[in-house]
């Protein structure tokens, strides 16, 4: 049965996608509970009636609908009627009276001038088919009665009846008014100077041309009160707004702008959650792509991430507990010591999160105090934040742990004070010389709180973690390190070769945006294993007899494959971190020596390329892998002869590809295009290195000659 392999297993799940994943999750669980109170919306226990034991203000701005609504609702019920007055039935009306009278008038004519006798019956016959619409306005008799009366009087009950309907139709007459306005022509009627029964007569002609002539228009009546609604403006419930002051009573339109605003019990809004979860997922795929493109995702490093996970928790955290304080000290949001988040992420990780970082503390921070009202965020805090957080990138560039504690504090305070300087001035507020002076000790503090607390936490980042911060980094590169000082008094040569390759390492590290400070500190290191044997390799012999020419192949190949080995025992012994001494075990991968190989061949010896090749591992970084190069390029330089531009682009070309073809690069994610630059780099400053001396004549020579 197999055992179970505890430490493997943990092994294997840090490294693991489920491992990287749970990270995330537990860095967006942080993120979404740090600020979860602070966009919860305030609930009140109100009843409808009750009295206000409190000054309520709107902890949002929102739109009141249904009072916008109410007042739309009163303004359309303010307009009125609209009525169109036809003025055309006027002279409609006279028109039909005044052929009623001469249709009459010429009958009348008619047979008077006729020398028949045409009776009444047949006249009246003749004026219907003349004019059928006077047997719906005057009865047989009616028309008998004007038939017989003389035309002066026709003429007389003509122009009265014309008149008196033009008089009547000139006015606005509902179709309620219209009995009404008969009734009034009647009337006026009664007065004419003809006789009753001509009156009579007229009197009815009258009333049937009175009509209703003012008409309700509905069409214009809805577009007026549509005007009117629109003209309502919006109601709306500014933040901070009073909805009730303390002892008033809570009315039905207050309860319902208190409901509406989301400070009744059980009127739950679920869109600040909805809110706050979009920015935490917006921000968590920002830190993806940036850790990815820093190479945190690679499975060695993915423990790493931890902690990146623990440095924001931990600046969150310090933020939420300060933030109980606010409503007893307003101002000590500016004490939270933000940068020492972003310096931890810049010494520890890699300075290309700091952005990211500085950014999810500056929301963060917004929303933690937002000075109490649910869903608002403080600009001023944000702004201060995101400056101070990023004020890191420009002042930790010191080699020196001391200088570089010392001018971070400073600098750091600088820009926060300057920070608050420039809040403060757009607010256009007025503060006394005490409270500038507070602000000013306040970022000053959060300075200084930074870079200790900074450097403070560093130790138990290294040692938990096993990570390597950039001050680490700064330490081991220091002349005076022990290990230094041992290559450099051992093995001299030895010394230089690492100076050489670390300073092209780093430039070439820089150019792909690896990490240039390990690759230096690697490169100082990666030989230390030739202090045991220091005068067994070529650049410490300095023109002595190489010991080599009196070996066998076989022995010089165990000398020089054991020096990685060696190298990798005396690094561990002083606790040098992983990185560098991975560096120091995989900067040779399982290269060939050729040269011990060939000479062995020649000797007889049945031997194969494996027996001569270094047992690896190949390289997993780029660091490693550059560092390799290289190695392999600063010893091959120094035998060029003449070493021109062309010589060395041609040798370092050839390195490069011939590692490729080799497959020294197979366990590393480093691209063509990396390799590329890594090789434009390298020449570039070889170039630098070897560049071609001015020949100055012989100066003896010249005078010989000129004699």
Request: charged fraction near 20%.
């Amino acid at each position: 049965m197999k055992r179970f392999n505890v430490k493997a297993t943990l092994e294997k799940w840090k490294t693991s996608t489920i491992f990287l994943g749970t990270l995330y999750f537990c860095l967006g669980v942080i993120l979404f509970l740090s600020a979860l109170d602070n966009v919860k919306p305030v609930t009140l226990d109100i009843e409808l009636l009750g009295i206000a034991s409190q000054t309520i203000t709107s902890p949002t701005t929102v739109i009141d609908t249904e009072a916008t609504e109410a007042k739309r609702e009163e303004a359309a019920n303010q307009v009125e009627d609209v009525y169109t007055y036809v003025e055309e039935y006027t002279e409609n009306r006279v028109a039909i009276a005044n052929e009623i009278f001469d249709v009459i008038l010429e009958k009348k004519e008619t047979s008077e001038d006729s020398d028949t006798n045409i009776s009444n019956q047949d006249k009246i016959r003749a004026i219907k088919e003349k004019m059928p619409a006077v047997a719906d306005i005057l009865t047989d008799e009616e028309i008998t009665i004007l038939l017989e009366a003389s035309a002066d009087e026709l003429q007389t009950a003509r122009n009265s009846t014309s008149t008196a309907i033009h008089n009547t139709m000139s006015q606005h007459i509902t179709t309620s008014q219209v009995n009404e306005a008969r009734n009034q022509i009647a009337e006026d009627l009664s007065f004419a100077n003809v006789s009753t029964d001509v009156r009579s007569v007229i009197q009815t002609i009258g009333k049937h041309a009175i009509i209703a002539n003012y008409y309700f228009d509905s069409e214009l009546t809805q577009e007026q009160k549509q005007l009117a609604e629109d003209e309502v403006e919006t109601v709306t419930i500014l933040q901070g707004q009073i909805i009730v002051r303390e002892g008033e009573t809570i009315t039905r339109d207050i309860y319902n702008q208190l409901a509406l605003v989301g400070l009744i019990d059980g009127s739950v809004s679920y869109q600040p959650y909805i809110g706050l979860l979009l920015i935490v997922l917006l921000l968590l795929l920002f830190v993806y792509l940036q850790a990815q493109a820093v190479g945190l995702h690679q499975p060695e490093k993915r423990f790493s991430f931890s902690v990146y996970v623990i440095v924001v928790g931990v600046t969150i955290g310090l933020m939420k507990g300060i933030s109980l304080f606010q409503s007893s000290y307003p101002s000590i949001s500016y004490l939270v010591p933000v940068a020492m988040g972003t310096m931890l992420v810049y010494l520890v990780l890699h300075p290309r999160l700091v952005h990211t970082t500085g950014l999810i503390f500056s929301i963060f921070g917004s929303i933690i105090f937002n000075e109490g009202v649910a869903g608002t965020l403080n600009f001023s805090v944000g702004i201060y934040y995101l400056l101070s957080s990023l004020s890191v990138l420009l002042f930790l560039q010191s080699r020196k742990r001391t200088t570089m504690l010392l001018r971070t504090w400073i600098f750091i305070s600088l820009i926060n004070m300057a920070t608050i300087a420039a809040v403060l001035m757009l607010k256009s507020g007025q503060y006394s010389l005490i409270e500038i002076g507070m602000y000013a000790l306040l970022a000053i503090a959060s300075g200084m709180l930074s870079s200790i607390l900074a450097i403070g936490f560093l130790p138990y980042l290294e040692d938990g973690f096993g990570m390597i911060s950039q001050i680490k980094l700064m330490d081991l590169s220091s002349p005076n390190h022990p290990l230094l000082r041992k290559i450099l008094l051992t093995a001299p040569g030895t010394y230089h070769h690492s100076i050489m390759v670390a300073n092209l390492s780093e430039a070439a590290c820089e150019a792909i945006g690896a990490n240039g400070l390990v690759a230096r500190v690697g490169a100082y290191y990666h030989d230390i294993g030739k202090t045991v044997h220091p005068q067994l390799f070529i650049e410490n012999q300095m023109g002595a007899r190489n010991p080599h020419d009196d070996m066998s192949p076989e022995e010089s190949r165990d000398i020089i494959l054991a020096h990685v080995s060696e190298g990798l025992k005396i690094l561990e012994e002083h606790g040098m971190p992983h990185e560098i001494i991975d560096i120091c075990a995989q900067h040779h991968g399982t290269t060939f020596l050729k040269y011990f190989y060939v000479k062995a061949k020649d000797q007889g010896s049945d031997v194969t390329e494996d027996d001569f090749r270094y047992p690896g591992p190949t390289p997993r970084t780029k660091e490693a892998a550059i560092v390799g190069i290289a190695d392999s390029v600063e010893a091959a330089v120094r035998s060029l002869t003449p070493p021109t531009p062309k010589n060395i682009e041609k040798l370092v070309r050839g390195i490069v590809n011939g590692r490729l073809e080799d497959g020294q690069f197979n366990d590393c994610d480093i691209t063509i295009k990396e390799l590329y630059l890594v090789q434009q780099s390298l020449y570039e400053t070889l170039i630098g290195t070897f560049h071609s001396r001015i020949q100055y004549p012989d100066v003896k020579k010249e005078e010989k000659v000129g004699h």
